[in-house]
């Protein structure tokens, strides 16, 4: 079992920056995969960000340029640095663990509101 949770989100004004924190247990197993995901009202759960097994920094389209992710190994922590925060970032920003035994884990989110 891995337990995941989230921190950071809250309300901002559009142009301005949050960081997001993510804290995961302790584990004998490795890790495949770390992402950030996001929830807008009314939408699916989508990728924003993640590092792949590779250590390669994958981003969508709304995020590059913008968003930038990194990790502490030695603290079991996801950063999720936002920047140039827009309206259409405003939802519920998961982050999701992927084990070497290809095991999924989630937290509970953090609620990220840009509005002015």
């Known amino acids: 079992q891995v337990q995941v949770a989230e921190s950071g989100g809250g309300l901002v004004q559009p142009g301005g920056s949050l960081r997001l924190s993510c804290t995961f247990s302790?584990?004998?197993?490795?890790?495949?995969?770390l992402g950030w995901y996001l929830q807008a009202p009314g939408q699916r759960r989508e990728a924003v960000a993640r590092?792949?097994?590779?250590?390669?920094?994958v981003y969508a389209d709304s995020a590059t340029g913008r968003f930038t992710i990194s990790r502490d190994n030695a603290k079991n922590t996801l950063f999720l640095q936002m920047n140039d925060l827009k309206p259409e970032d405003t939802g519920v920003y998961y982050c999701?663990?992927?084990?070497?035994?290809?095991?999924?884990?989630w937290g509970q989110g953090t609620q990220v509101t840009v509005s002015s």
């Open positions: 590092i792949a097994v590779s250590g390669r920094h």
């Open positions: 999701n663990v992927i084990t070497n035994n290809w095991r999924s884990y």
């Open positions: 302790n584990t004998t197993v490795g890790i495949n995969d």
